[in-house]
């Protein structure tokens, strides 16, 4: 496991390519950030090939799975984000299900799995995974649709494709559902990324109730060999922080 900084999150307000560097020189060897089309992708490349960072994650265009019609406009989009994460080297897209449209969830999650075993070709053909995200809709996100791993889970295995996995963010999860790993247990083959974030709050990991050094050992023996990134908004200076960062060995 290796930590990926997020630094729209981390970062907020600061120029990416700076960003960049500033994590890099305090040895992180991944970041990822939210939208690509609003930012300059030469210049962050520039800044992560000097550094020899990763471009871990970024979004797909904001077009909703949940929606009627939106099946071209996704798929368009995505290819517009493959093209951006090319040009990165990136390797995975982070993509929304959209709000609740009202409509019964075996509805609106058959249009997810539709759209999805679409985009499974574009996807594999590239060797781009896309990380289908829950979100938690009583604090941060209130309409969303997808708040339950097991039914994001059950939307990936229906999917049945390699290139298309769960982003489990732990903080999300926390606050939707809790009992964080009995939910991993037995569906890591499922996740293609964690996200983390003391709850409540999402400051810092030792600020809340999750106990990261105890999960993070955990993970690690259950075989999750993968990124762990950091979406928090920090309450004191950055480096501080990241100090008191749990060792993942």
Request: charged share 25%; glycine share 10%; net charge negative.
């Amino acid at each position: 496991m290796k930590y990926s900084v997020c630094i729209d999150a981390v970062y907020a307000g600061m120029d990416p390519a700076q960003a960049i560097r500033e994590s890099a020189q305090m040895g992180f060897p991944a970041v990822e950030f939210w939208s690509w089309w609003d930012k300059d992708l030469p210049r962050i490349n520039e800044a992560a090939q000097e550094m020899g960072v990763e471009i871990a994650a970024c979004c797909t265009r904001l077009v909703p799975l949940t929606e009627q019609g939106k099946e071209t406009d996704f798929l368009q989009g995505l290819q517009e984000s493959m093209k951006a994460a090319k040009s990165l080297r990136c390797k995975r897209l982070i993509a929304q299900a959209g709000n609740d449209t009202g409509e019964p969830a075996e509805v609106q999650g058959g249009r997810i799995v539709h759209t999805l075993k679409q985009a499974a070709p574009l996807l594999e053909s590239e060797g781009i995974t896309l990380l289908l995200e829950p979100l938690n809709g009583r604090i941060d996100h209130p309409g969303y649709f997808l708040a339950s791993s097991e039914a994001g889970f059950r939307l990936i295995q229906e999917v049945d494709s390699p290139s298309v996995r769960l982003l489990f963010d732990l903080y999300h999860q926390q606050i939707s559902e809790g009992d964080l790993l009995r939910r991993l247990e037995g569906n890591l083959e499922w996740v293609g990324h964690l996200h983390a974030a003391g709850n409540p709050g999402r400051h810092e990991l030792d600020r809340g109730e999750l106990n990261y050094p105890w999960i993070f050992r955990r993970l690690k023996e259950m075989g999750y060999a993968g990124l762990i990134g950091l979406e928090y908004h920090p309450e004191e200076p950055v480096g501080e922080g990241f100090k008191r960062l749990p060792d993942l060995g």
